[in-house]
């Protein structure tokens, strides 16, 4: 089965830095797409960021453009988000997620998969 562990998330002041880590198991790790999802309280999900193994094709939502960068290594099966300067409205709860067919368009990702999420909450 598949499994997804998330983890990494925690408190920092706004300009600091967090790295996330998706810990995955249960598939062929190199035959699907994983990224991060994220929620805040009273607002809609929102894509964050996806890795598509098989072509190291990335994406990333305008707003963490320059800031966050996803990275995969394969020999360990796991993601990871790496959050620079991060700011207050990065505050939400993070989630992993996997899915094997690659989408369309990044904005359609809708994966099949989902891990627990981590919260990360940023601090003015």
């Known amino acids: 089965d598949v499994q997804l562990q998330a983890s990494g998330g925690g408190l920092v002041q706004a300009g600091g830095s967090l790295r996330l880590s998706c810990a995955a198991s249960?598939?062929?790790?190199?035959?699907?797409?994983i990224g991060w999802f994220r929620r805040a309280p009273g607002k809609d999900r929102e894509r964050v960021s996806y890795?598509?193994?098989?072509?190291?094709?990335?994406y990333y939502t305008d707003s963490v453009k320059g800031r966050f960068t996803i990275s995969s290594d394969n020999s360990k099966n796991t993601v990871y988000l790496q959050m620079n300067n991060l700011k207050p409205e990065d505050t939400a709860k993070y989630y992993c997620?996997?899915?094997?067919?690659?989408?369309?368009?990044?904005?359609?990702?809708?994966?099949?998969?989902w891990g627990q999420g981590t919260q990360v909450t940023v601090s003015s």
């Open positions: 997620a996997a899915d094997p067919v690659k989408p369309l368009l990044f904005r359609l990702w809708q994966p099949a998969h």
């Open positions: 249960g598939f062929t790790f190199d035959n699907y797409g």
């Open positions: 890795i598509w193994q098989s072509d190291r094709s990335t």
